[in-house]
């Protein structure tokens, strides 16, 4: 049994993600095994929140089996969603800024619908 997790992350913290997921899954891994499952390392695939995907987590999908075609497909499109969820994440924050910095704000000058 292997266990999986995609996990998001900065991409200044790829090392901490993975040894944060680790240490998390580390007392299931333990229960599975006293239970007589045979537990593998888990996996932990890191996607960067900002778009980007380290090298590391190819060579992780590589390892799990997948070939290099699929395993490139596949980031490209999560890529695709994770520059998405950036893109809603600024969306939101400068939205929340404008409202907390009331009119003087320059994103709420920005958001007028007739500038001066």
Do not use: W
Request: charged share 25%.
């Amino acid at each position: 049994m292997t266990l999986v997790d995609v996990t998001f992350y900065l991409e200044h913290r790829v090392a901490q993600a993975i040894a944060t997921k680790r240490s998390h899954y580390k007392p299931l891994c333990e229960a599975l095994r006293r239970q007589g499952h045979t537990v593998l390392e888990d996996t932990v695939v890191v996607i960067c929140v900002r778009g980007s995907i380290p090298t590391s987590t190819l060579e992780t999908l590589k390892l799990l089996g997948l070939n290099q075609e699929p395993a490139e497909t596949l980031l490209r499109r999560t890529h695709i969603s994770a520059c998405e969820h950036m893109r809603r994440m600024c969306h939101t924050h400068r939205a929340v800024e404008s409202v907390m910095m009331g009119p003087q704000g320059i994103v709420t000058r920005l958001h007028r619908r007739n500038p001066r």
